[in-house]
């Protein structure tokens, strides 16, 4: 009788190792350089200086990136990540943005004129109040990808882990000599799935998700914003 309990414990014992071993595992090997990463953008939060009229030029993906993933292209994803960029660097507090746009400029003026001719109501003088760009500023999308691991235990089933990163370069062109601030920005989000091996669910490959390139450009901007700001501020730019 002992016997034959020894020999069903040792049988059940070697179950649990069988259901607890792993027997699939893929990664991806993560790296990000320390100008990509290493800064905190809460050190410049809360500003009440003065702020710096810039003028943006570009801001979003370039064709190089929808041609290599066209899936950005026609979910209208750069159109979300320019605006996700502008409100940001309009709620840092730092910058007047100026208008680039011809047509809009043009209306401007004739709306001067009428007044300066007395044929209008209201009256506008903008005589010496047109506030022009000490920077032109760009914005791109310089790194866009996505990896999955997979892991199947035969306990735990299958966990995938999509990360989507995103890397932002901003430049800022000095209007009067011509030099150039640029820093850089890469920011992750990442998709988490489980399934049983029971499950009849789908093993295929996570779907596109569009929110994890807002997440992803957030985060990049922090980090780009950052480091643009610790340069702008040791150059004399901003006083903090």
């Known amino acids: 009788m002992k016997k034959l309990l020894v020999l069903l414990s040792l049988f059940l014992l070697s179950s649990v190792v069988v259901v607890a071993q792993t027997i699939g595992v ?5 790296y990000k350089a320390s100008f990509e990463t290493k800064s905190d953008i809460s050190q410049f939060l809360n500003y009440d200086g003065k702020q710096i009229p810039i003028q943006i030029l570009k801001c979003g993906i370039g064709d190089e990136v929808y041609e290599q993933y066209p899936e950005l292209k026609e979910k209208r994803v750069g159109l979300g990540v320019a605006n996700i960029t502008l409100e940001y ?15 809009i400029k043009n209306r401007m003026v004739k709306q001067f004129q009428a007044s300066a001719a007395g044929i209008s109501e209201d009256k506008l003088d903008g005589r010496g109040k047109i506030r022009l760009a000490h920077y032109f500023v760009e914005i791109e999308v310089y790194d866009y990808s996505v990896s999955e691991d997979e892991t199947i235990n035969l306990k735990d089933g299958i966990k995938d882990m999509m990360v989507t990163r995103l890397g932002l370069q901003v430049r800022f062109t000095n209007a009067e000599n011509g030099t150039i601030i640029a820093a850089s920005g890469l920011g992750e989000a990442t998709t988490k799935r489980e399934l049983t091996l029971l499950s009849d669910a789908t093993v295929d490959p996570i779907k596109f998700n569009q929110s994890t390139i807002s997440i992803a450009t957030k985060k990049a901007l922090d980090i780009a914003c950052a480091n643009i700001l610790g340069k702008m501020v040791k150059k004399g730019v901003f006083e903090k």
């Open 26 to 30: 893929t990664k991806t090997e993560q």
């Open 89 to 103: 660097l309009d709620n840092l507090g730092r910058f007047a943005f100026t208008e680039d746009k011809t047509e």
